[in-house]
């Protein structure tokens, strides 16, 4: 007795002085980047000690973008191969689906320099990306826990395992609007069982939106533990910091925030497709027809490569109907590359987001109560539609059905534009489904900012995950 009392006494008191201490490892692409280093931010905003182990480039981005902290740092590591990180473009910016395939070679790459800097000064927990699969090797060698990240929405995740637990039943019956490419499968099996070999998963969400009826699900089916942390994207930060989140905008954050201001309320769409879906120009074309057709006012942003100055006036119309960008002058606005897409979302003219999908999109567009208009392109896009649209009745679908293994490339099939303008026109036209989908919208925008308060459910699982790891160092430091 006397003997367990007096090892509480000294795990409480150690709880309290020693910080614990945390290597972050993320993939060299800004969707995987973005929402992991800020969840790095938030251990080290409760006085823990973070490195995030990155490479030089991407080190200046995160420098600029990442809110400074005085126990958050970064470790660069340097390509050992001089060719990959030559060919690679600066920074994290991807541009086609070859240079994709670079990235993925690159994180195989760093393995050796990565592997001998955490092995000589190891750390209290690794929290890696799941294409770093190795590390589950590396913190098994180590004895040291390691929570995995993939990015995904518990409930896609619930949806994706759920064929290996037939007798248990989802939640909700979920049907895709499209059949993934036939490699996914066995990529997302792979990923999965790694993930469930970790000590748990940390989750870019929060538990209102995900749903305890999920949560539960995952628990009972795999025996696993999963802590929502999330949005990531409402940590504050300066205006500065909010506008380079990624890369550097290439518009101004006044330039956007002033044409906003003169907009009425809820009267502009944002479209956006992410960083990694480029589509052809055939596909741009219906968009615009789409778009002007619906007669909203529009923020639309393209790939840089889209609209460089000299693009001569034939390359345009391939994309673009003539006379497309001087008749929407003032109702609309295009931007060539990387967007202030927090800024966007979070301005009060913006009513409704047509989006390609991605996780950190739609945790955005939440925070910010904005209802949407799914397009889902790749990777887990189609399981993340169903939970904005069917689950949880805050967008409405434009009818994409292709699922491509990769966001680049030439597709089969096109959503025409009078598809677009239907979907544009569902919300922002008004009515009582648009009523109704908005006013859900809000509310989960209030419930994710409530979320990361004190008390709220994201603030309590990082507490109770904190305490977690905690105790775990502690008797090992007891034992050793
Ligand atoms: C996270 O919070 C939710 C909502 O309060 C709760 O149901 C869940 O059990 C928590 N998760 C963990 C791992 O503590």
Redesign the pocket.
Known sequence: MVVIWEEDMRLNSMEKTMPLKFYFIHVLAAGHMIPLCDIATLFASRGHHVTIITTPSNALTLRKSLPSHPFLRLHTVQFPSQEVALDLPDGIEVTDADQLGKVFHATTTLQTPIQNFVEENPPDCIVADFLFLWVDDLAKNLKIPRLAFNGFSLFTICVLQSSHYPNSLLPHPITLNASPPKELPEFFDKMLETELRSYGLIVNNF?ELDG?EY?RYYEKTTGH????LGPVSLISRTPEEKAERGMKSVVSIHECVSWLDSKAENSVVYICFGSLCHFPDKQLYEIACGIEASGHGFIWVVPEKKGKEKERQEEKEKWMPEGFEERNAEKGMVIRGWAPQLVILNHRAVGAFLSHCGWNSIVEAVSGGVPMITWPVHGEQFYNEKLISEVRGIGVEVGAAEWRGTGFGEREMLVCRDSIERGVRRIMDGGDEAQEVRRRAQGYGEKAREAVREGG?SH??LT??IHDLTRLRDAKLISS
Do not use: C, Q, T, V
């Open positions: 538990a305890e949560i533990k999963a802590w929502h459910s309590n699982n109770a995950l």
